[in-house]
């Protein structure tokens, strides 16, 4: 479970070997020493975990700097969970009255399926926080739950059957993602269950400290899906594979009787072009005049073989070309609600992406994550950026 005190011992396997350095983007964005991984552990260590020094505002602003990103923890030489150790320091934050009203708000702001709209309140929201941005995405007319619920079956054989969770992200904003999803699987002989009932995965809770709504999810979730009798649980959303696959099971005690069922879930969880790839094409795409770069998101620690997925799956497309950027694997900025509550920071981060961007000449950017998905759409005009299943599903003629 994510309780700091349990981190006590693993924390001291950081050997301040430094490889965290050259992958965290608020370092690599403000050259701060604070910024980087073992230095934001040894502050939580000195702090709240061993109280030689007081928490003070500085202290606080440096943990909340971190975008969780994963990368520290991607390439920490000691394997050290970096991520999960910051997410433990903020749930002892949020225990002690540290993140107050802007915390609880801002986490559940997009997490809770019953808040239609939530996207829809968070420009003036974010304004009230004292946290305006005026990129907030759009909320699509109609959410994907209004139109896709139930099980979608393939004409002729059965080949497999999944189960279809769906992100926020896909359900609000980008639900074409989903009806991409949905299609594809069918076309493949591949039957589609969405349940009903089903909620945000937990992660923009849990980031922002929030184990009680990220806990709550997760049993909402997993009693769902556990039920189930299907080959795989598929979502097209790299985060919240990674809540599911990583984070899941740490929201709830060790002893929780729970636990089998996330341990059931977890073992089928699948990001769906990984889960396309890893099954083999049963239809072959027709050809496809695209040139295409992949931005990886950084949530792909949780599958080994799901940031080669996009590449693997569409060089079956002909015609398709990939143009790879020369950092496919920079972080955009981002970050779930991060680009909210450090608009400066997310920017300078996001800049540094875009000459990357800017500079490979492709016709569609594609990556699996919703938020890196809007959050490089707002600044590249001359280009889609959608999911790499979009593009499958026009090679289908879907
Ligand atoms: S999670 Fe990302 S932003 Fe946070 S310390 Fe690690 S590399 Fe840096
Ligand atoms: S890579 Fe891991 S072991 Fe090395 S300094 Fe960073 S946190 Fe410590």
């Not at 980087?36 to 552990?41: C, F, H, I, S, T």
């Not at 305006?132 to 959410?143: F, H, R, V």
């Not at 997993?222 to 099971?249: H, P, R, Y």
Request: with cysteine; proline share 5%; hydrophobic share 35%.
């Amino acid at each position: 479970m994510l309780r700091l005190e349990d981190y006590e011992k693993i924390i001291e396997k950081c050997s301040h070997c430094s490889y965290c350095q050259s992958t965290c983007p608020s370092y690599l964005t403000e050259q701060s020493e604070s910024s980087v991984a073992k230095n934001r552990l040894l502050i939580i260590k000195e702090t709240l975990m061993h109280k030689n020094l007081p928490f003070t505002p500085r202290a606080q602003e440096i943990l909340d700097n971190c975008l969780l990103c994963t990368n520290c923890t991607q390439t920490c030489s000691s394997k050290v969970p970096i991520d999960d150790i910051i997410i433990a320091a903020r749930i002892k934050m949020g225990q002690k009255g540290v993140g107050g009203i802007k915390q609880f708000v801002m986490g559940k702001m997009l997490t809770q399926r019953g808040l239609t709209g939530a996207l829809g309140k968070a420009g003036s929201l974010a304004q009230k926080l004292g946290i305006a941005t005026k990129e907030i995405p759009q909320l699509a007319s109609k959410s994907f739950d209004k139109m896709y619920s139930g099980t979608y079956t393939p004409a002729g054989t059965i080949k497999k059957r999944v189960a279809y969770f769906v992100g926020c992200g896909t359900n609000f904003i980008f639900p074409d993602t989903g009806e991409a999803v949905v299609k594809v699987l069918n076309h493949n002989g591949i039957e589609v269950i969405i349940p009903e009932g089903q909620v945000c995965c937990g992660i923009p809770a849990l980031g922002e400290g929030d184990l009680e709504g990220a806990r709550s999810m997760v049993e909402t979730n997993i009693k769902l899906f556990a039920e189930l009798d299907v080959d795989a649980i598929v979502t097209d959303c790299t985060s919240c594979g990674m809540m599911f696959k990583e984070k899941a099971a740490k929201c709830l005690p060790d002893d929780d009787p729970l636990q089998e069922k996330i341990a059931a879930v977890t073992a089928k969880i699948w990001e769906v072009t990984d889960y396309l790839q890893n099954q083999g094409l049963e239809a072959a795409p027709g050809p496809l005049d695209v040139t295409w770069s992949y931005h990886v998101p950084c949530h792909r620690g949780w599958s080994p073989t799901v940031k080669d997925a996009p590449r693997q799956l569409l060089a079956q497309i002909p015609d398709a070309k990939l143009r790879e950027f020369d950092n496919p694997e920079q972080c955009c900025g981002g970050a779930g609600t991060y680009f909210m509550e450090h608009r400066e920071i997310a920017e300078k981060i996001r800049a540094s992406r875009l000459e990357d961007v800017n500079n490979t000449v492709s016709d569609v950017i594609l990556t699996q994550c919703p938020v890196c998905r809007f959050y490089i759409g707002f600044q590249v005009m001359d280009r889609e950026v959608t999911h790499p299943i979009k593009i499958l599903a026009r090679a289908y003629g879907l």
